[in-house]
Nanobody, 126 residues
Framework: QVQLVESGGGLVQAGGSLRLSCAAS????????TGWFRQAPGKEREFVAAINRSGGSTFHADSVKGRFTISRDNAKNLVYLQMNSLKPEDTAVYYC???????????????????WGQGTQVTVSS
C-alpha cells in the first residue's frame, strides 16, 4: 500500500503563486508515475500534470502549460506542483495520485491511478 498526503493549498489572489507538495509513504518503490488532478464543484476530476519515477518525463494539461510545473525529489519521496500566474478558474481541490503501472497514453485518465490523497483546497480570488 501507498499513502499520499497533499499540502500547500490555500487562498491566493489572481496572478499569485502556490506550491503544492505530495508526500508518499509505504511501498513507494512500486510507484511508476505520480500525477496531480483537480476537481472544482460540480465538475469532473481533471488532469493537471504527471511525472514518471525518474523525473525525466513530465506531462502538463494544456490549460496549465507555461504556468504550472511538476517536479519531484526522490530522496524525500515528494512530488511538487509549482503553480504560477494563478487564475480564478484554477480554484479546485487538488489531488495527488500514484500509479504502479501506467502507459503514457493513460496519464490523464483518473482510473489509471491506484492511490489517491485526500486533496488540498486551492482558492484563487479575482
Amino acid at each position: 500500500q501507498v499513502q499520499l498526503v497533499e499540502s500547500g493549498g490555500g487562498l491566493v489572489q489572481a496572478g499569485g503563486s502556490l506550491r503544492l507538495s505530495c508526500a508518499a509513504s509505504g511501498r513507494t518503490g512500486t510507484i511508476y508515475r505520480t500525477g496531480w488532478f483537480r476537481q472544482a464543484p460540480g465538475k469532473e476530476r481533471e488532469f493537471v500534470a504527471a511525472i514518471n519515477r525518474s523525473g525525466g518525463s513530465t506531462f502538463h494539461a494544456d490549460s496549465v502549460k507555461g504556468r504550472f510545473t511538476i517536479s519531484r525529489d526522490n530522496a524525500k519521496n515528494l512530488v511538487y506542483l509549482q503553480m504560477n500566474s494563478l487564475k480564478p478558474e484554477d480554484t479546485a481541490v487538488y489531488y495527488c495520485a500514484a500509479a504502479r503501472l501506467l502507459p503514457v497514453q493513460a496519464v490523464s485518465v483518473p482510473q489509471g491511478y491506484d492511490y489517491w490523497g485526500q486533496g488540498t483546497q486551492v482558492t484563487v480570488s479575482s
